[in-house]
């Protein structure tokens, strides 16, 4: 087992009140901006600061095989992991796109990919990184997905990602074929769910594909009923590349960067980076909401309202790309806006000067 570093609080009673000040003498009506106050109010905590400010922004995108995906429970072939990788690294996935758009540096962290990759995408300054833990996680209908070691590395090696990173934001996108069944098995388990309400069509199963995987997973919960723990349900129910993204949450929350969530797949690893370290949620901005329906669930046990619901269901971290201009207008507005002291505009008029 892991020891984690200690997650700090963002709460500090005065800040908040310094930050509530500015937002609320800023020139509008009070809380007119809506959810943009609440966002940078929150950016002004995680940071310290009543100017918070994003700093090179990263995401890692972590990728890796699944054994129990031979059983069917995608509607894709597990080659495409490896192919979309080589799509990642020559630019033309969605989420290159809207990094490129939003001048967000993007790398891919090969966690556990079957296929391994010419040596000269890991050489210079690469854009994947190599921390394959081993060639996919084995079949969780047989054993653990992962042995405690194996997911202790992935842990440890997500913890070194976040370590290697600069800017003060990251986001975790993933790819993995099966991934929706890893993170679909840890919701029912660590949320105590009944796993038809965890699961979904993923890449695109028809009702048949989705009857079977609700029948694989549930055999795979009654193979491990004992992983109860945090850990041992992510070792015997998890993937690599999950892990590795629990690892890199807690290092770099521990380390007060914001963490920007995409959907399903990145909140489950957030939902297990909170019981493996509590507090890592502080620092969670949640992007979107996910059409995979287990993220509806997973919502509600974060306590979490994601900002956008654009009807996305890839992960990769394509909804929070889409959602990090919005923190972008937090910190412009906090930092950049007239307060009506500054501006000589009239605040609104109090009771006693209407009579
Ligand atoms: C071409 C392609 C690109 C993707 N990009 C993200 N995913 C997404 O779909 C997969 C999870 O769904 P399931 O559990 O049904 O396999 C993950 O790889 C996820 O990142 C993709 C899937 C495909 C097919
Ligand atoms: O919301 C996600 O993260 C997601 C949904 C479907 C497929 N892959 C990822």
């Given at each position: ?11 500090n009673?005065?800040?908040r ?5 500015i937002i ?5 009506p009070?809380g ?6 609440s ?8 940071q310290g600061?009543?100017t918070?400010?994003i ?5 890692r995108v ?8 031979q ?8 080659a ?9 690294l020559?630019?033309?996935a969605a989420?290159n ?9 993007l ?6 990919v ?13 854009q994947?990184?190599?921390?394959k833990v ?14 405690d070691e ?24 993933e790819?993995?074929i099966g ?10 388990r ?22 079977h995987?609700e ?9 491990h ?17 999950i ?6 949450l807690?290092?770099a929350?521990s380390?007060?960067l ?7 797949i ?5 939902l ?6 509590p ?16 993220h ?16 996305m ?6 909804g929070a ?5 919005l923190l ?7 930092n950049?806006m ?10 609104k008029?109090?009771?006693e000067?209407?009579?």
């Amino acid at each position: 087992m892991n020891t984690f570093p200690t997650i700090s609080s963002i709460e500090n009673n005065d800040l908040r009140q310094q930050l509530q000040q500015i937002i609320g003498l800023k020139t509008k009506p009070l809380g007119a901006l809506g959810r943009l106050e609440s966002l940078g109010l929150q950016l002004g905590l995680i940071q310290g600061t009543t100017t918070p400010h994003i700093d090179q922004p990263q995401i890692r995108v972590f990728a890796a095989d699944h054994g129990l995906a031979q059983h069917g429970t995608s509607a894709f072939p597990s080659a495409v992991t490896a192919q979309m990788v080589l799509n990642f690294l020559h630019g033309g996935a969605a989420i290159n796109v809207l990094a490129r758009q939003h001048n967000i540096e993007l790398k891919v962290v090969d966690a556990g990919v079957a296929t391994d990759f010419d040596s000269s995408y890991f050489k210079g300054n690469p854009q994947l990184l190599d921390y394959k833990v081993r060639h996919g996680s084995r079949d969780a209908l047989n054993e653990p997905a992962m042995t405690d070691e194996e997911c202790t590395l992935a842990l440890n090696n997500g913890m070194k990602v976040a370590q290697e990173l600069t800017g003060n934001l990251l986001i975790v996108g993933e790819m993995g074929i099966g991934n929706t069944s890893a993170a679909s098995l840890l919701l029912a388990r660590l949320g105590d769910l009944p796993i038809a309400e965890c699961i979904g069509r993923g890449t695109g199963l028809d009702d048949a594909g989705l009857q079977h995987k609700e029948q694989v997973l549930t055999q795979v919960l009654e193979r491990h009923s004992a992983a109860t723990t945090p850990f041992a349900a992510l070792a015997a129910l998890g993937g690599l590349e999950i892990a590795t993204m629990v690892g890199a949450l807690i290092q770099a929350a521990s380390d007060k960067l914001i963490l920007l969530i995409d959907g399903f797949i990145a909140s489950i690893a957030l939902l297990v980076a909170e019981h493996l370290a509590p507090g890592v949620k502080q620092y969670a901005i949640f992007a979107h909401h996910s059409v995979e329906p287990g993220h509806t669930h997973l919502l509600q046990l974060l306590d979490a309202e994601p900002l956008l619901d654009m009807q996305m269901r890839l992960g990769e971290g394509s909804g929070a790309a889409l959602a990090y201009p919005l923190l972008q207008s937090a910190c412009a507005i906090i930092n950049e806006m007239a307060s009506f002291n500054d501006a000589g505009v009239s605040e609104k008029s109090s009771s006693e000067n209407n009579n």
